[in-house]
């Protein structure tokens, strides 16, 4: 089917009071972290509790508050209480992944799948927020036993049999960011696709970027790669960011690009400020939100930086609005603002803002 591309901060009152994230173990078990959140009142910020492993315990709160460094914002009001059982084996460090999520999710940080979530992986890093360990998961050779729908997350690179497993090098990626000690800089952002049905959702577009080498000199649109699109696609992609880099003025000539898609099967131009918004980022020209950068809109010009309108606005805004989470900004196009009564925008702003997210309709890049 044809889809068309129509439509963190801590925030206690949109987080639930508990969270769970599990871990699948090489050895074929499941270990389960559970999360819970209450008033801190003069307590630790983090509290870990693992029965008859005092050790565990102490290095999972010292995980947790490593890791809470790659962090935008951090909320000390409250306290959050973590327990893992049963207890892993000597030296096993996969639970590591598994209780900062639980740990992000219990405070709103960051919104986990409605089927739930099983996460592998550790860091010799966690302030920085590498993550390494997905490639033992897969030398297991065991199909992990986790619940139909409940999302795997797997930390550093690694081939597995699951196709649907997330792997993520960087921790900042669950938002779309980008590892600011990368080479290689990549970083998404998301567009709503609208085709009318149950398969509305928020696709991904994702922009790397690496530096090019002084002998690579070549045309623009020649660096700038999207696998998975038709010729017309790929044209489009190249045309787009070539324009768009024109306008920051001395972003020609320097990148070689890789473009990727979440859904390549859609029709449209309303990706392009996602597009436009995820290469600003890799390439460090945009300030990185909390959450993620949810965006619609295309334009005619991009070498002048212009935004233009897109069809299909009622229907994209309830698609944003119903998927939105906390931390996350929305770039609309300005027109919209204009074609919308102002009781209407203020709800539309309100009601985003109470779920943790921010609204701005732009006529521009590079004054947001």
């Known amino acids: 089917m044809t889809m068309s591309a129509t439509l963190s901060t801590p925030i206690p009152n949109a987080a639930a009071c508990s969270a769970e994230c599990f871990c699948p173990l090489p050895d074929g078990r499941l270990l389960r972290i559970i999360a819970t959140r209450r008033p801190r009142a003069n307590r630790a910020e983090v509290k870990c509790v693992v029965a008859g492993a005092p050790l565990l315990s102490e290095r999972m709160q010292e995980v947790v508050r490593l890791a809470r460094h790659t962090e935008a914002l951090f909320d000390s009001r409250e306290q959050v209480v973590l327990s893992l059982e049963p207890a892993p084996p000597p030296g096993e460090r996969g639970w590591e992944l598994a209780a900062v999520l639980a740990d992000r999710m219990v405070r709103g940080v960051w919104q986990a799948p409605a089927g739930g979530v099983a996460a592998y992986g550790w860091s010799d890093a966690w302030h920085l927020g590498r993550l390494d360990g997905g490639q033992r998961l897969a030398n297991a050779g065991r ?52 085709s009318g049905g149950i398969n509305d959702s928020l696709a991904w577009v994702e922009v790397c970027v690496r530096p090019l080498q002084a002998e690579e ?89 212009r935004v233009d309108t897109v069809e299909g606005r009622e229907a994209k805004m309830e698609l944003i609005l119903r998927q939105a989470a906390p931390g996350d900004r929305v770039l609309l196009p300005h027109a919209w603002r204009q074609e919308l009564e102002g009781a209407a925008y203020a709800e539309l702003a309100g009601a985003l803002k109470a779920k943790g997210a921010s609204l701005a309709c732009i006529e521009r890049i590079g004054l947001i």
């Open 217 to 305: 000199a070549c045309e623009e649109e020649d660096t700038i790669a999207a696998p998975g699109l038709d010729l017309t696609a790929q044209q489009a992609v190249r045309q787009a960011l070539g324009g768009a880099r024109h306008f920051d003025g001395r972003a020609l000539g320097r990148w070689r690009t890789v473009v990727r898609f979440s859904q390549t099967r859609f029709q449209g131009s309303s990706y392009q400020l996602a597009l436009v918004m995820a290469d600003r980022l890799a390439r460090g020209r945009e300030f990185v939100p909390r959450g993620r950068l949810i965006a619609s809109g295309c334009s005619a010009a991009w070498h002048a930086g």
């Open 143 to 194: 199909q992990p036993k986790i619940q139909d729908g409940c999302q795997l997350v797997l930390g550093g690179s690694a081939d597995v049999m699951d196709s649907t497993a997330l792997q993520f090098s960087h921790i900042g990626a669950l938002h779309g960011h980008a590892d600011p000690a990368g080479a290689l800089s990549s970083a998404r952002a998301w567009f709503p696709l609208h």
